[in-house]
């Protein structure tokens, strides 16, 4: 009996140093456990607050990009609303260009309008050269035109409206350059009017004051014919050969020789 109980004795004593050699050895262990579950908390936790600031930092960045964005949209639209403005002015400035060149053109036209108007006008009363018989001269419009309107008279054959004009342009120009063309033509006006002696009067002045005349032997060979005409054959046989011997190569010449062989 006292064995036993010694055993038992035994026995408990033994499990109670196994119950405290286990505790003994668990309480490291949940120590370990312990800490490693607060570097973890920890570590989670510092994770946790970096991914926040960096989400924190995204957002500012996002929010300034946003805000950067919408300055740069404001920009373009200010910039192209000033495109379209200019884009206007433009074309406003382009029509008043057009609009100023035409303007410059009609003020140019008007302008020339009116200096070939003053040149007209001026032309009325300005000298002209003109050439008659070979002749270059000075001619006033209205000494032209005195000239040219005898001589539409000669033309159409109304020889005393002629001598009449031919006389009057003597008087009112009588150091005209047509002075030549104007004894020729009176001569001749006074030929068809049948009024002989004043032909052969014009023609031999003509001949005396410009001898070497183109129209020369042309008037001697009418003077000629006027002195037929008068029957004065002996005046126009001398005025004939005269014409012969002065201008013996003229066209003149030639009808002289034909008038003097019908007067043999």
């Known amino acids: 009996m006292t064995t036993l109980q010694g055993t038992a004795g035994s026995r408990a004593r033994a499990a109670v ?3 405290a050699l286990a505790a003994a ?4 262990a949940a120590r370990a456990a312990l800490f490693e579950d607060d570097e973890a908390r ?8 970096r991914v926040d600031q960096n989400n924190a930092q995204l957002t500012t960045r996002q929010t300034d990009q946003s805000a950067q964005i919408e ?4 920009s373009l639209l200010d910039l192209s609303n000033q495109i379209e403005g ?4 433009i074309a406003k400035l382009r029509g008043a260009n057009e609009q100023l060149a035409r303007d410059l053109a009609d003020v140019q036209q008007r302008q ?3 200096a070939q108007g003053t040149d007209a006008r001026l032309a009325k009363f300005e000298p002209q050269v003109v050439t008659v018989d070979g002749k270059e001269f000075n001619a006033s419009p209205e000494e032209r035109r005195a000239y040219d309107d005898a001589m539409a008279l000669v033309r159409k054959g109304d020889f005393p409206a002629a ?7 003597q008087k009112r120009f009588p150091k005209s350059g047509y002075a030549e063309s104007v004894l020729f033509w009176l001569g001749n006006a006074q030929y068809g009017k049948r009024d002989y002696a004043q032909s052969i009067g014009t023609f031999r002045s003509l001949v005396t004051a410009v001898p070497d005349s183109p129209r020369a032997p042309e008037a001697l060979l009418s003077l000629a014919n006027a002195q037929l005409e008068l029957k004065d054959t002996k005046g126009a046989r001398k005025t004939l050969d005269d014409l012969l011997k002065t201008y013996p190569k003229s066209e003149a010449a030639q009808a002289a020789r034909e008038r003097i062989a019908a007067l043999k």
């Open 17 to 19: 140093a196994l119950a």
């Open 25 to 28: 050895l668990a309480a490291p």
């Open 42 to 49: 920890k570590a989670i936790l510092d994770l946790r607050q």
């Open 71 to 74: 300055q740069m949209r404001r």
């Open 86 to 89: 200019l884009r206007g002015e």
């Open 112 to 114: 020339k309008d009116l």
């Open 163 to 169: 001598v009449a004009a031919f006389t009057a342009f």
